[in-house]
């Protein structure tokens, strides 16, 4: 994964655009992009602050941590429910998840969708 550019570095180029370089020289001078000095420039503008932000993470589990609440309930409800069955459930309510949001969102809470409970090992012999 990439790593973001230090702020002395970002720094330094805002510092060269301000002193009157244009986006694409003060890029070439300091070996990045005309884009990410344009970017830049809008992050001090905006917030102040040339630092970067977090990189990487989960960025879209919150949308079916939201209705947590709701695919627990009916999971609750009917406890035999197929993945399936619950993607129409929560579509039919407005909210339409793919089959590995749903196995995901159950896999972060540690819940399992056998329907019945594992095989005992057998105590006489080898099984397989």
């Not at 040339?50 to 209705?67: H, T, Y």
């Amino acid at each position: 994964m990439s790593k973001a550019l230090s702020v002395g570095l970002r720094t330094r180029v805002l510092a060269a655009v301000a002193a009157g370089a244009t986006h694409r020289e003060a890029a070439a001078r300091f070996g990045v992009s005309a884009a990410s000095v344009s970017r830049w420039r809008t992050l001090a503008r905006e917030k102040g602050d040339v630092r970067p932000g977090p990189l990487g993470g989960d960025r879209r589990s919150g949308r079916i941590e939201a209705q947590a609440a709701l695919v627990l309930g009916l999971v609750a409800e009917t406890p035999d429910i197929t993945m399936e069955e619950l993607r129409v459930a929560m579509a039919s309510r407005g909210h339409a998840f793919g089959y590995g949001t749903l196995q995901r969102f159950f896999a972060r809470h540690r819940i399992t969708r056998k329907k019945r409970p594992r095989t005992p090992a057998s105590r006489t012999g080898p099984t397989s």
